[in-house]
């Protein structure tokens, strides 16, 4: 567990600290959001022959997901033993900058090491810069075009945040997330 969230905080850490950089002593708007989401949920049963694994939530909702095989470890995993799911999304917009990219993704995905309990953390981190096509201050929305011509509109969460922008203006966005799952011992 404490593998896993050491990977989680370094992820959260480098994008909390790229977000920061885009806010402080620039005068360009920006706009960033993260959070975070803990669930916890207990093995009620385990079918290891077919990779079956039964979890309920804290709300006691139960479900039957199947294991891939790129989990390792698996037959540490008994009844009782707690699953630990993170889920961390951030994004940051500021105005883009000659030199910005026009898009980047990275990924990378880490597992447990042979004979430890169960943990994987995979992450990844989508930047792109797109035009302002059309700012609808009622809905509140903004249209933009990406990189390779598609067209999106969402809402915008802070309606003053439009009065920052104009048709014609070039955003970089980056989307980062991350999921650190692991499994931890029954408590006896």
Same mark, same amino acid.
Do not use: C, H
């Given at each position: 567990?404490?593998?896993?969230?050491?990977?989680?905080?370094?992820?959260?850490?480098?994008?909390?600290?790229?977000?920061? #950089?885009?806010?402080? +002593?620039?005068?360009?708007?920006?706009?960033?959001?993260?959070?975070? /989401?803990?669930?916890?949920?207990?093995? @009620?049963?385990? $079918?290891?022959?077919?990779?079956?694994?039964?979890?309920? +939530? !804290?709300? #006691?909702? %139960?479900?039957?997901?199947?294991?891939? /095989?790129?989990?390792?470890?698996?037959?540490?995993?008994?009844? +009782?033993?707690?699953?630990?799911?993170?889920?961390?999304?951030?994004?940051?917009?500021?105005?883009?900058?000659?030199?910005? !990219?026009?898009?980047?993704?990275?990924?990378?995905?880490?597992? &447990?090491?042979? +004979?430890?309990?169960?943990?994987?953390?995979? &992450?990844?981190?989508?930047?792109?810069?797109?035009? %302002? @096509?059309?700012?609808?201050k009622k809905t509140p929305s903004i249209?933009?075009?990406? !990189?390779e011509g598609d067209v999106v509109t969402?809402?915008? %969460?802070? !309606?003053?945040?439009? @009065?920052?922008?104009?048709?014609? $203006?070039?955003?970089?966005?980056?989307?980062? /997330?991350a999921l650190a799952i692991s499994v @931890?011992?029954?408590?006896?």
């Amino acid at each position: 567990m404490k593998k896993v969230w050491g990977i989680s905080l370094a992820v959260m850490f480098m994008v909390s600290l790229l977000a920061g #950089g885009w806010a402080t +002593g620039q005068e360009k708007p920006t706009v960033e959001r993260s959070w975070v /989401e803990t669930i916890t949920a207990t093995v @009620e049963a385990l $079918d290891l022959a077919n990779r079956m694994v039964t979890l309920r +939530g !804290p709300q #006691g909702n %139960v479900v039957r997901l199947r294991v891939d /095989e790129s989990v390792k470890n698996l037959p540490q995993v008994k009844v +009782g033993d707690q699953v630990v799911a993170n889920y961390y999304v951030s994004l940051a917009v500021r105005m883009a900058e000659p030199g910005d !990219p026009v898009a980047t993704a990275v990924s990378g995905v880490t597992t &447990a090491k042979p +004979g430890e309990m169960p943990t994987g953390v995979s &992450a990844r981190q989508v930047t792109v810069t797109a035009s %302002v @096509e059309a700012i609808d201050k009622k809905t509140p929305s903004i249209t933009l075009k990406g !990189p390779e011509g598609d067209v999106v509109t969402v809402r915008v %969460v802070d !309606p003053k945040n439009l @009065e920052k922008v104009k048709v014609g $203006d070039k955003l970089l966005i980056t989307y980062t /997330e991350a999921l650190a799952i692991s499994v @931890e011992k029954a408590k006896k």
